[in-house]
């Protein structure tokens, strides 16, 4: 049986976190979010973990000053992991 590795669970957890949040603004925005997200850098949301930055600038061309909202729901989301460096540093590009 394989087994995840630590980063690929904190991987899964904030994929997770950003389908839920996206979700419950309803399955158009999730839908839109990947869409955009595919074209702009022709990745999906688990590389959101690795590049940030990417997340930010989709939420950012979406709803504009709006998306500090929903950056804010998911830094809620993820706060008691914020202790564990990977989540922090994503917490920190997001914020920006």
């Not at 925005?29 to 990947?34: A, E, P, S």
């Not at 709006?66 to 994503?90: C, G, H, R, W, Y």
Request: glycine share 2%.
């Amino acid at each position: 049986m394989l087994e995840a590795t630590d980063e690929q669970i904190k991987k899964a957890l904030v994929t997770i976190t950003i389908e839920k949040i996206l979700l419950e603004m309803g399955k158009p925005v999730l839908d839109t979010f990947t869409k955009k997200l595919y074209k702009n850098y022709s990745c999906f949301i688990p590389d959101c973990y690795d590049n940030p930055e990417y997340l930010s600038q989709v939420l950012t061309e979406m709803y504009g000053n709006s998306s500090k909202t929903i950056v804010s729901e998911i830094m809620t989301d993820l706060e008691e992991f914020s202790d564990q460096k990977p989540i922090a540093n994503f917490i920190k590009v997001i914020c920006k």
